[in-house]
Structure formats: structure tokens, C-alpha cells
């Protein structure tokens, strides 16, 4: 094990401020049964001073075993304490999401996704390329009995030629190859075999396979009809739930590789023009901080905004409800709109 890390002195991550060299020293000869160790956990955010977490599991099990790391991350990130129990609610009557923007004059689309993993297997961070391969043949195949609207084709990223894939990452459909950030975290090795994207014809309805999750399930499409967005996903992982088990604990909800991912492990975001507004960034992080939103560029996280349009979505995801994920989302985006509105 290597000895404890130097950050830089303007590094903000949960990791850096988290890792003292007490709990370095507790740690620092663990691992699970994976194999997965203290610095597997960490190397992404050593690597990336600039990471907003830092960290990664590889199972499980390093949720428990380094939990005097981690615990105090997930804490701070979502508000989630030690004692406090996960509740999930799926339920679209709970939601109330009437469109935000019934003239498509801010909204471009909407989107919503899921992260899953498969139970009892090791998270990407720690997986093997056999197990990998074995959870691509088996989802991709599970996808393919899906019917109705849900029916759709698996596309495997190491058969698809380069112009297709462009065209899916532009149009917002499919992830980025070579994120560094996954990269340093294991999650990219055996690239690009293993990982693929299912979607049906509308393309409304997709699933990413063995990206950071071994499951993305994701709803989408152009507007603001938020509603209809989750309804369309939660049906979609009712189905999906019939024929596969995934990784879930009544303390941590869903586990996810990536501890801001934990719990519900949704992400519902919208693509918004806000182009008076983002002139004042501290007035556009304040209201989106109100509602616990988080501010992306509108080519994923890490990326810039283009032509003052951004990505909103909810930043808690732990210890709420999917339906209070996408109600803060909600919320914000109606405020967000009509502050934009009045300028
Ligand atoms: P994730 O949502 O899984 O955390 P990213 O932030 O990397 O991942 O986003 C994945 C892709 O989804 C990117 O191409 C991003 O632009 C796209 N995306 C996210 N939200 C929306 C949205 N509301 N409308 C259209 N595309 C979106
Ligand atoms: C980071 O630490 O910045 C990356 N590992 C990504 C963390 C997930 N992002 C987020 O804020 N939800």
C-alpha cells in the first residue's frame, strides 16, 4: 500500500477532506473479499485533485469495511447519517409535475436514470472481465423479451462504428469513452468490451450496460413533460425487475460504485435555456442550491454549458424518495424558470 497521498492545497474534494492519516492508517491494509482495498477506493481522487468526491467502491462490502472513510463522504454529500434508513417510493400519483413549460420555451428535454447493479456481484471498480461479460450477455438478453413500447435492440459499443457512436453521444444518448475519472477508478478497463446500450425505436426508452453502473436505465425525450418522463421509467424497471435481481440494502438503498449514486441512484434532470439568469452565477447557484439541484454542462458531469443552457438535476438521491428526487428537480426548475422570466 502506498503511503498516505498529498493533495494539492486548493483541493476541495469530499476525499481530501475526509481522509486524515488516522483513518488512512485503520485502513490501509483492508480488503474485501473482492480483493478491493483502501487505495483502490481512493485512486480516483488522488489521481483527479480536481474530483468533487474521489472515491469509489467495489462492493458492497467496502461500504462496510471502510465506512469511517466513506460514511462521513455519504453524509455530507446527501445529508444521509449512519442510523438513518433508505424509503423507496416509485409511485407517479405521488409526484406533482404538471409541465413547467407547456410552450417548450426553456425546457429542451427531459431525462431521468437509475443506476443498478447486479446482486451479489462485484461493482465495476472490482469486477472481472468474465463477469462482465457474463452481465452484458445476460441483461442484453433480458431486454430482448421486453415488449410493447419497450421493445427495442442491444447495440454492443465494440461492434458500432465511430460515426454511429458520435451521432449517439451528441444526440445525448450514449456515454463518453475515457472519462478519467473512471478511468482511474478501474471502471474503463477491457474497454470497450462488455458495455453496449439497448434503446428502443424512439429512442425514449435506454439502457446502458457496464458503463459506471452495470445498469443506466434511462427515460428521456425533448420537452418538459416531467411526468410522463418518470412514469415511463418507473414501468420500465418494474418490467426489468421481473427477470433480474439487483444490489440493494435496506440502509444504503441501491449500491452504486459511485457514493452520490447511492439509494435511489436516480439522476432527473432537465436541458434548460437560462441565458439572463447564468449572467449571475451566484444568484442561479443560490436558488439551485434551495432546492438541492446540481448545475452541469449539457454534455454530462464535467462538461461545460453551451449557448446558456444547462443541466439541472436533484443532488440528494439518498435517504429520499424517488419521488422527492424528481420533486426538488421540480420545484427548482419552476422557480429557476419564473426568476428567468421576470429579467
Ligand atoms: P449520468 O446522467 O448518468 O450521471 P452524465 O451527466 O454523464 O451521466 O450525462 C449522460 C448523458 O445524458 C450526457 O450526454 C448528457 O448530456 C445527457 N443528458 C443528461 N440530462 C439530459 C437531459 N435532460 N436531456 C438530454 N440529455 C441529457
Ligand atoms: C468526482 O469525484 O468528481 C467524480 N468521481 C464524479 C463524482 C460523481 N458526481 C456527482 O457529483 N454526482
Redesign the pocket.
Known sequence: MPSFPTFPQNCKSLLCKHLTPKIFELLKDKATANGFTLYDAIRSGVDNPDSGIGVYAGDLESYSLFAPLLDPIIEEYHGFGKIDSHKSDLDPNHLNAPNPDPNDEFI????I?V?RNIKDMPLGPAITKAQRDKIEADISSALSSLDGWLSGSYYSLQGMSEDVKAKL?ED?????AGDRFLESAGLNRDWPTGRGIFHNDEKTFLV?IN??DQL?I?S?QMGGDILEVFTRLTVAISQIEKSVSFAYSDHLGYITSCPT?LGTAM?A???IKLPKLSKNMDKFQTICDKYHLQI?G????H?ESEGGVY?I?NKRRLGVTEVRCVQDMYDGVTELISVEKGL
Open positions: 429542451l428535454s427531459t431525462r436514470r443506476g453521444i445525448h444518448f450514449l456515454f463518453k446502458w458503463e459506471e443506466r434511462i428521456m449514486n439522476r434532470s432537465v436541458h452541469r449539457i454534455h454530462g458531469e462538461s443541466d438535476s
